[in-house]
């Protein structure tokens, strides 16, 4: 399979010219191409070394998480530096940042859907997947961090003897329906979308194991043209409810924080700054997975330039609202002529936790700047730069959030500072190893590309094509194209 | 792509010889009605002030969107729009007549007012009044920022901005129509960026100056997003409607299609969900905060008659479209789309309305209640009839001037192809 042209370089379909679409696979691939690309990454015998060694610091990774969170319960959450008054520290900052990293899944599949977006094809599946995964690490982190977790389940509105209930008024329960709403749903979606796909790879396999596992998993679907009316269906009705979803979830963890009187925290633009940020971070985690994912399964002409340089831009547009919010934030928390307000924002940038606010800057705001030059966008080193800024940008934006205003309040007396124990620092650093051993498990036994919705939003899909009939040269002639007529195998 | 649509039929050109006495004749009429409530005006100054700037604040929201829809459908490289984005652009090209009509405004917060009015600028912005903010430290605190010389200046740019944005997206179009140059659409795609973010800036600061700073000791970070989500809901629902009377009028009935008029549908149906959360993220957070401040301002508009008004939003702006708008039926219908169209232009009016007229409080210890005033009502209902008429047939008149499509625009044929799946 050739994934690069006749100059030797990776296929460049970002040229952008009005008269005609960029094509979205490169290499000339046909119908069958695409099946065969993509099934392969599950079919071949053995991952490339690479995936191991991944996978083997992941799951030590998961292994300290497993001890951290078996030492925090049999020990007590003494064990996290937090105290009064910053009583959240690590443990909140981590459920935020990954339920942000949790957003870009569902904003492709849905939102861009219902936007017609047609390069969502090629990245839908690997960030729903991601959702999912970083979900459940969020999740983790307000269930762990209660104290007495054999008590969690006083989060759920469960009749019991005692004739207790949840307090529906606290934005802390609205964050455990919002959260576990957006995840069943998200799932939901991720695995009807899957079922075309699961159905291919039962088709093809050709190991028992493999035959019965994702015979399974595919529900007995047929491909009959009734199949695929009623898939649609589910699929568009999905996307619908996912897309109010997508906004809902982060909106509702912004009020964890906004609805206090806290100078910092309490400000109105949170819920939409809240979303904006979390795709930022999401699509950043996209990019900083799909690299490596496309690379080393040798999916570069389902996954092009094209499709990175898109979510490049995605990462500058919503990077630019996030700065907009701090801008707004700082602006009305000078115009505001509040003594506290102006004091908390001025104590962020050069109170005693200047680094951090400085970080979240330099990576939130500074680094994805350099999204501008096209430079940047399409060369695979040089845009890891800036997603890197964002994926520890965004971390430091929640911890600048949470920390610097509730270590310095209203009353000099009541203040103090924070710093993580080891604890937190392993645990934080364990989540990442629970949600990379998901995500390497996912792209390695299941279809990792929506091979179907992909061959819908190729040309051969209209008739057209290099491989399908009534094709004509000359109508497909543009810069990215030099390789129609290059042969493919 | 499926089939191409013909319009070689199509009547995609104004006759000057036929609209431009409606455009006089609308231009009579609202100055007609401009005087009749400077007259009425003349028994209540604050209440014409406070109408001025509230219908002000509606026709620049409205053109505001206009602009943005333009920014946007070439920032995104839409294939569907093109055949409705020349209405855009020719919306646009209200900016110069609003900046007219916003230099009263201006000149009265400069000089402190004319003919008896610095008490009605006082009134209506509170932080003119030097005696007054002596004896409030907040607004002195804020002193560097909201004073008359900076807002003016400030009001200077934005207009400048957008007038100047606007004039540059209509040349390089019409340039288009002319040269038919592909290379004029990747500029406009790329220039789009940058001015997205003047854009961005320009709208929030004007929604703070003309609007927040009514309100001086009130604030909210949000405001600017709140501005923003009304101004998109009413363009998308003022294009509706002008497709919908040009085509009565037989002009672009076979380049506009009810598909693309089912995807502005769903502009209209998604904007009113926006405004929805923003309004509510605004609301609840300050209710829930509780802090005086912030409340007073609510406080104000749920009083009196005004609750009547904050329930007619919450119910008008939000429930009652979100219900007419969510099935497939009503956007596909263009007589009932145009209907629902008119509604919600009415029902952002009132949405301006709300947040312009209530007088302000700040003394929380003597809030008492604000009466519902009807004479502003009337002069807000004069002026919007005149201010309207005004601005329709100034813009009729360059409506008249160029085609209603970009007739050379290379995805043309794209967005005359365009069916919903």
Redesign the interface.
Known sequence: MRTTDNNGREFDNTA????Q?AELVTGGLGFADVTEVVSNVAERPRPPLAWYVALAISVSLLGVLGAMILYLFSTGVGVWNLNNPVCWGFDITNFVFWVGIGHAGTLISAILFLF?QKWRTGINRMAEAMTIFAVICALLFPGIHVGRVWLAYWMGPLPNQMAMWPQFRSPLLWDVFAVGTYFTVSLMFWYVGMIPDLATLRDRARGKIQQVAYGLLALGWTGSSRNWHRFEIAYLLLAALST?LV?SVH?VVS?DF????LPGW???????YFVAGAIFGGFAMVVTLAVPSRALFGLKNVITLRHLENMNKIILVTG?MVG??YA??FF?A?????LYERFTFMSRALGPFAWAYWTMIGCNVVAPQLF?FKFFRTHIWAMLLPVMCVNVGMWFERFVIIVTSLSADFLPSSWGGYYPSWVELLTLAGSFGLFMTLFLLFIRFLPSIAMAEIKTVMPQA?GKGPRGFDYNPDEYESPGRVLATGGSH | ??HVIDISSDRLRLEEGRWQPLARRLQTAGLGAIVVALAIGAFGLESLLRAYVMNLCYYVSIALGALFFVLLQHLT?A??SVVVRRLAELFTTAFPLLALLAAPAVLLILTGGLLGFPAAVHQVYPWTDAQYVAKE??????AP?LNAGFFAVRLAVYFAAWVGLSAWLLSRSLEQDRTGD?AI??GL?KWS?PA??LF??TL?FFA?DVIMSLAP?W???????YYFAGAMLSFCALLALTVHLLQRAGYMVRAVSVEHMHDVGKLVFAFV?FWS??AF??Y???W????P?ETAWYAVRQTGGWIALSLLLLFGHFMLPFLMLISRAPKRRLQVLAGLACYVLVIHWLDIYYLVMPPYYFKLSDPGTAPFDLLGLLLAGLLAVGMGALLAGYVLRRMAMHPLIPERD??LT?SLAFTNI
């Open positions: 952008d010219d009005p008269r679409r017609r109010p906004l909106s009020f906004a609805v206090s009187q309490h400000t109105t633009i949170f819920p939409p630019s907009y919010a707004m934030e009305i000078w115009y505001s002529g509040n501008w209209e | 792509m499926q490289r294939g569907w430290p907040l607004l002195q605190a804020k920022y592909p659409t990747r795609g960026a997205m973010y961005a800036l929030t703070f000791s604030y909210s970070t949000i405001f600017g997003v969900v959360y923003i993220s605004q609840m957070l300050i829930y905060g509780n802090i401040e290379p995805r794209e």
